[in-house]
C-alpha cells in the first residue's frame, strides 16, 4: 500500500510537520510534560516520510517545525520509551526490533473493540464484541494484571456511557481509542467529567481520538474543567485528522500500537 497515496499539499505537509514539532516546542518552554499526539504523529511521518504524511490537524505550535522525525530525538527519542534498539528509523521499518520491544510492552494489554474495527492495531492481542456489556468485558479479565485499551467507532457513544456506569472497568484502563467517533455533545457536557470517571487510584486514562471524515470536527472530546479537589482522571488527546482512506494502512495500526505501547 506504499505507492497507493498522492502526497499531501504543501500546507497540509506543514500543519503535519507542526505537529512533530510540538514535542521541541515543549522542550522549549512552550508546556510542561510529553505530548502523546506528538510521539503519534512523528511516528506516522517517519512510517510514511516527508510530503506522504496523513495526518493533517492536530496541535501545532506557534513556530512550526521544518526538521525530520530523526531531528525529535533529542526531545522525544522512542529508545528512551521503547529500548535502545528502537529508534524512528526501526519504527519506520517496522523491524524485529521495534516489533519485540511493543510486544514486551504491550503484554498483559488486551484492545478490545466493540465493533469491527476500522483499523487493524497491530501487536496487541484484540478481541472484537458485538454487544456494548460489562460483563462481556469482565469474563475477558482472566487476570488480575490484565489492562485494557477500549477501543470504538460508531459505538463511541455507548462506550463512553459503559465505563461512566463501570468504575470497575476504569480502574483496569491503559487508553480509550476512539476513531472517527460519534458523540453525543449533550451527554459529553453533562457527564463527561472528572469525577464521573474517577479511578480508584489517582491517575489520568488517556482518552484517544484519532478523527476522519467530512464531520472530523466534531469528533472531539471536550476536555473536562479541572475539579476544585485538583483530581483528575480523563487525559484528553487528540491525536488529529486522517483521511477515511487510510484508516485501513498498516502503518497507521502500528503507529498505534507503539503509541499504546508507551502509555503504560
Do not use: K, N
Not at 163 to 169: E, T
Request: overall charge negative; glycine content about 8%.
Amino acid at each position: 500500500m506504499t505507492d497507493a497515496f498522492l502526497p499531501v499539499d504543501a500546507v497540509a505537509w506543514s500543519v503535519a510537520a507542526g505537529l512533530l514539532g510540538l514535542a521541541l516546542w515543549w522542550s522549549r518552554g512552550g508546556a510542561s510534560g510529553w505530548d502523546p499526539a506528538a510521539f503519534f504523529g512523528a511516528t506516522l511521518a517517519a512510517m510514511f516520510g516527508p510530503g506522504h504524511l496523513p495526518l493533517t490537524g492536530g496541535p501545532v505550535p506557534p513556530e512550526g517545525f521544518e526538521g525530520t522525525p530523526a531531528e525529535l530525538e533529542a526531545v522525544d527519542d522512542p529508545r528512551v520509551r521503547l529500548g535502545p534498539l528502537v529508534t524512528w528509523e526501526a519504527l519506520a521499518g517496522w523491524t524485529e526490533p521495534a516489533q519485540t520491544a511493543i510486544a514486551r510492552r504491550l503484554d498483559g494489554v488486551r484492545l478490545i473493540w466493540f465493533e469491527p474495527p476500522p483499523v487493524h492495531v497491530e501487536g496487541v492481542e484484540a478481541v472484537v464484541l458485538d454487544t456494548v456489556d460489562a460483563a462481556l468485558v469482565d469474563r475477558l479479565l482472566t487476570r488480575p494484571d490484565l489492562r485494557i485499551v477500549v477501543a470504538a467507532h460508531a459505538q463511541a457513544d455507548a462506550v463512553l456511557r459503559l465505563l461512566h456506569d463501570a468504575p470497575g472497568l476504569r480502574d483496569r484502563l491503559r487508553a480509550v481509542l476512539l476513531v472517527a467517533p460519534t458523540l453525543d455533545a449533550a451527554w459529553l457536557a453533562e457527564h463527561f467529567t472528572h469525577p464521573a470517571f474517577d479511578l480508584e487510584l489517582a491517575r489520568e486514562v488517556p482518552y484517544l481520538t484519532l478523527r476522519a471524515g467530512p464531520d472530523a470536527a466534531a469528533q472531539q472530546l471536550p476536555p473536562p474543567a479541572t475539579p476544585a479537589t485538583g483530581r483528575r482522571s480523563i487525559g484528553v488527546v487528540d491525536l488529529g485528522v486522517l483521511p477515511s482512506e487510510l484508516l485501513p494502512d498498516p502503518r497507521v495500526g502500528r503507529a498505534l500500537a507503539a503509541l499504546c505501547a508507551v502509555l503504560g
